[in-house]
């Protein structure tokens, strides 16, 4: 397993746009798959999006189709996630993590970061 750290997390008005990082802490990234979740309170956490670590494939939540882009820069073991037009109930707490297949499934993702905060108003 591989550490995984999280961060650019913060408060933004919604509308506006933060990228996320997840960087594999002291070790090369050697899984199949990035993912990130989140999980706002009182609900699951939710799958948002993944890609394979070749970069060749990628796969979104529905509620974040079209504004959020997931992508990897192997060169420097770091994972991030881009969110544009945030809306209030993006509001969550973002975690990647790591899998060895291609799956939205939490279950099936072996490592997992601590969490950066993201906070939208309205």
């Known amino acids: 397993q591989v550490p995984l750290v999280e961060s650019g997390g913060g408060l933004v008005q919604a509308g506006d746009s933060l990228r996320l990082s997840c960087a594999a802490s002291g070790r090369t990234f050697s899984s199949s798959v990035m993912g990130w979740f989140r999980q706002a309170p009182g609900k699951e956490r939710e799958f948002v999006a993944f890609?394979?670590?070749?970069?060749?494939?990628?796969n979104y939540g529905d509620s974040v189709k079209g504004r959020f882009t997931i992508s990897r820069d192997s060169t420097k073991n770091t994972g991030y996630l881009q969110m544009n037009s945030l809306k209030p109930e993006d509001t969550a707490i973002y975690y990647c993590?790591?899998?060895?297949?291609?799956?939205?499934?939490?279950?099936?993702?072996?490592?997992w970061g601590q969490g950066t905060q993201v906070t939208v108003s309205s």
């Open positions: 993590a790591a899998a060895n297949s291609w799956t939205v499934e939490r279950r099936n993702f072996h490592s």
């Open positions: 890609i394979t670590w070749k970069g060749d494939f990628t």
